[in-house]
Each structure stands twice: as structure tokens, then as C-alpha cells.
């Protein structure tokens, strides 16, 4: 019987193949190999990429340099997802090549949400030192 959890855990093989597909979607946009019209590809990070346990499906978190036009660029990303694929199937050699799913990445921004709070707190924190 499987034990369900809410903390999700991948496996080593999902994290090898997410890690390799990561590599390979960087460079190719790097050297802008895949031929996305409208936006200029190496301005783009790739930060994480999961994959489905049957790792037919990858889930790719991108950012555009300084942020800006994020949710624009994902969905470029995503209308024009099969040419990337084209590309990344020159470049990888695995059974099933995973459809790509591109997300734009959120967590820079609530690290800096998370940051401010924490300035924030200190700051109230040194205040209250300072009149008792």
C-alpha cells in the first residue's frame, strides 16, 4: 500500500533527469538554438525544472532577466513550446522526450517579500530595545 504525504518527495531519477533537461534548456537558450520569435531567449534563466514521476512531463520555471514582462515571456515560452522541444530533442538522449510546461518563477519575489519582513521585525525589535 502507498503511504500518501503531503510533503512531496521526488526521486532520484525525476531529480536527475529535471537537473539534466535544466542544463540542456539553458544552453540552447543561451545560443538561442530553439528560434523563439519575439523575445530575445538569452535573457532568459531557467531556474528549476520538475519533472512527473513517469517523467513525460516537465514543469519549467523561467525568469526573464530583472523580472520584467514575466508573464509575457511564458506565455511566448508556451505558445512557441514545440520549437524548444524540437531543440531539446538534438541535444538529449532519452526514451521519452517530456512535454514542457513553462511557469513563471515566483520565488525571488516572495524571498524578497519574506526579507522585508524580516527588516521589518529587526528594525521594530531595536526600536523597543532602545526605550526600555
Known sequence: MRKHTFNKQFSQRQLRVGELV???LGELLIRNEAKIPFINSKLITVT????TPDLKTARVYVIPLGGIDTK???KILTEYSHLVRKA????LDIKFLPKLTFVEDNSFEYAEKI???IKKIKSNDKEKKRYN
Request: charged share 45%; glycine share 0%; proline share 0%.
Open 72 to 74: 509575457e515571456t511564458v
Open 115 to 117: 526579507e522585508r519582513i
Open 48 to 51: 528549476e525544472v520538475r519533472m
Open 88 to 91: 531539446l530533442s538534438k541535444r
Open 22 to 24: 535544466k542544463q540542456n
